[in-house]
């Protein structure tokens, strides 16, 4: 059962007890709670990022012992961790737990002390690795749905592939030939859709349209009640775009559909024909087979954009429950209240540390589709 946002909200600002725990894991489960054996941490921490191919990473120091074969428990060949951060609300409340992911074991180190320092790549990982041996043919009239559970069932046979709206149902309206790369057409499908595509705290792979930031869901602010420690805040151009030029790839004599969006708010800070200048960002796919599509995917592209000029990196209490894509409402010391999306977030795996995070100040833009 999900913990609602409000009491991780509230309990994080007040005194409370952190838990963290660490279970190895022998075969493929998902779910809040699977069946394994507990590990004692002693250190480490969750790296999430919106940016990265592999959303989720984790450096994790344990009592265990060195894996000297292949079948031994911390070896990277095939065994799992979970990790998740809880709150202990004390007496009948229980423990409210942050699930943090399902990680791969990739690289243990040690020196011989009982003491194992554990790097770990959450589920992406192995679909990166699993490139196809043969190109393959994904033909039309397929649902997105289908075919996405098709690809990430064969590297993972009890996956669970969750779309946040009916995307799934749409039709490939071309045959699609993939060279090598199962990863990265996943991702092309994801993004041609508009949406980000994750391995989830619960090992479920996600395919989610970002929330705008007009609707916050955390909180995090100075002073009384508040969990902000300290806010560095920077101005920077690099990786902005305000315009999207999606194109798909045309087959044969067929055209190649075209779809442009601009950021056409003259109050916008990256205002497409004001001061910032005209900075477009090109994407390309053969998942957009008409000019209309190619369209919606433009300008859902740039709405769900995560760089504008302003950002923030902020040092806060740790809510294990905030992520990458969630919007969130800033309050620095000085009294500034500003609405931002979480772009980096890191999750310590001791309780005496505090959450990192990066964020992006999500000013209005009123995306136009753009006719040459």
Known sequence: MAVPDVLFQDVTAGSHTARIEAR????????????GHETLVLGGDVAFDAGADIYAT???TAKGAWPRTAAS???PYGNEIFLRRGIDLGG?????????GYFRITEPTGEGDGVIRVGLED??????????????????????????RDLVEAVYPLAEVVFDDAAEFATLKR?????????QFLADLAA????????????????????????????????PGGILIRAEQRLSRQGVYNAVVARGEGAGEETAALGIAIDD??????YFSGRFGQVPKFYSSPLLADDAGARAAAATMLANQLGVPYTANLTAVCNPAVRPWDPVLVTTKDGDRERHVLTKVTVPLTVDSALTANTSEQTHVTVRTYTP
Do not use: H
Request: aromatic share 8%; glycine share 12%.
């Open 92 to 100: 009948v409340g229980g423990t409210i737990w942050s699930e943090l």
């Open 24 to 35: 190895l894991l022998t075969r493929y489960q998902t779910g809040p709670d699977p069946d």
């Open 123 to 148: 589920r992406m990982a192995g679909l990166i690795d699993a490139r196809f041996l043969t190109p393959r043919v994904i033909a039309k009239g397929r649902t997105i749905g289908n075919v996405a």
């Open 73 to 75: 428990a911390l070896a």
């Open 175 to 183: 045959d699609v030939i993939v060279e090598k790369d199962r990863y």
């Open 192 to 223: 041609s859709l508009g949406k980000v595509m994750f391995w989830d705290g619960t090992g479920r792979l996600q395919f989610r349209t970002p929330a705008p930031a007009t609707a916050p869901r955390w909180r995090i602010g100075a002073g």
């Open 265 to 270: 708010n003259p109050a916008s800070p990256t």
């Open 58 to 60: 984790a450096e994790l």
